[in-house]
């Protein structure tokens, strides 16, 4: 036992045995599901990124690129696998863990870092997505590799780290657009903590640059000089914005997960035609369409805010098999209590660990406009893990400290 404990003393031993650990976890899930155990909005990313493997190009897309493309990559070499998939997907969740360490050892301890890390190893959802072809498992990569990079630019001021934190998070960007609302506090965050507007500058330059060669593309893409920074909201606004989008956030709790019959009755009647449409005008119809609702229904739209905070931060999904259930009570239904605490004793060091605060209440808000499942909030996770491992090692260093007093 003592040749163990010392063996994992070293931090590289440790970083092998937890990356190790995550990923056989996530294999050993991952592996023998069939190739059609996929979620739905898989298949729509399969199809976009084995078109643009095939050279066909993106064409009028209105996702995001960037897990197109990452998808596309794999696609190009081992063909349209969905094996390959899910290995690629278990080494970024094992790549993730390192940097939740990372992350929290810089901000916290060596300790809180380590206890997260192992925490985030074997986690149920960041387990799940590993084997289906949506965006989480790459999108939550890309947030930890943004974080980090932040955190360490914010602790080792210079251009170079200012311009990497910035690029990755513009690259983060072109995977889902709504993390850009936290970009914009992480740079302000950078300018609080290093007080050097260059480093904030340099930060959001780089972002810039890593999105506007995408932006550009869609600018001359679309006819009638249509404006398409990274991804278009308005039909997903538009569908979380009508009187049919109560049905899924006041439909009640289910044992089985959601389906395609059960999301039938939460689609606007019109939105097969609004599909047909070239994107432009259907941009310009939803838009109009949601705003005008929103605008005439005030009391339903704080309604759906209300809702949508409740189900964002669900400490179980509302629709899911029991056992998915008591996985979830047994981890996330810890984690965050856990995490609150965790945070109201990090108040001492709020000048650091506001990130942390910027991308919860930012990340939330953003999705208060769209309907929302639960696997929306994956990709910010890890940072509720980093908070319950603070307060876990919080409460036992006190305790080992009680203890020498008492001895």
């Known amino acids: 036992m003592k040749k163990i404990l010392e063996f994992f003393r070293s931090e590289r031993n440790f970083l092998a045995a937890v990356f190790g650990f995550a990923l056989l976890v996530r294999l050993a899930y991952a592996l023998p599901l069939p190739p059609d155990r996929l979620s739905p909005d898989a298949v729509d990313w399969m199809e976009s990124a084995w078109k643009l493997s095939q050279g066909a190009g993106l064409g009028a897309v209105w996702r995001a690129p960037g897990f197109i493309f990452f998808l596309s990559l794999i696609f190009s070499v081992f063909g349209k696998s969905v094996l390959a998939v899910r290995i690629a997907h278990a080494l970024l969740g094992a790549l993730t863990c390192v ?20 925490l985030l190893s074997f986690y149920p959802y960041s387990v799940a997505y590993t084997g289906d072809l949506l965006s989480e498992t790459f999108l939550t990569f890309m947030i930890a590799a943004s974080v980090f990079l932040t955190v360490k630019a914010a602790q080792e001021p210079g251009w170079k780290n200012a311009a990497a934190a910035g690029f990755v998070f513009g690259l983060t960007a072109l995977t889902k657009s709504t993390i850009l609302p936290f970009f914009a506090f992480a740079c302000v965050w950078l300018w609080w903590n290093t007080k050097s507007f260059k480093i904030a500058l340099a930060a959001a330059l780089c972002a810039a640059g890593a999105i506007l060669p995408w932006s550009l593309r869609n600018y001359v893409h679309y006819d009638e000089g249509y404006v398409m920074p990274v991804s278009t909201p308005w039909p997903q606004l538009y569908g979380s914005s009508c009187d049919t989008a109560f049905w899924s956030e006041v439909g ?40 005008t609702w929103m605008r005439e229904n005030p009391d339903k739209l704080l309604a759906l805010f209300y809702l949508r905070i409740r189900h964002f931060w669900r400490l179980y999904p509302m629709m899911a098999y029991p056992w998915q259930k008591y996985a979830a009570m047994a981890t996330s239904g810890l984690y965050i209590p856990l995490a609150f605490i965790g945070f109201l004793l990090s108040l001492g060091r709020f000048r650091q660990t506001s990130l942390f605060a910027g991308l919860f209440v930012l990340y939330t808000a953003v999705h208060m406009f769209f309907v929302v499942v639960l696997r929306y909030r994956i990709p910010i996770d890890p940072y509720i893990i980093i908070l319950a491992a603070f307060a876990v090692t919080s409460a036992a260093a006190r305790l080992r400290g009680a203890g020498g007093k008492h001895v």
């Not at 449409?277 to 109009?288: A, F, H, S, V, W």
């Open 99 to 118: 940097f939740t360490y990372k992350t929290g050892k810089r901000l916290f301890s060596e300790n809180t870092g380590r206890l997260a890390a192992v």
């Open 252 to 291: 009640g709790e289910r044992d089985t997960p959601q389906n395609d019959e059960m999301t039938a009755p939460a689609i606007p009647p019109d939105w097969a035609y609004l599909q047909t449409l070239p994107l432009p005008e259907r941009d310009r119809i939803c838009k109009e369409k949601a705003l």
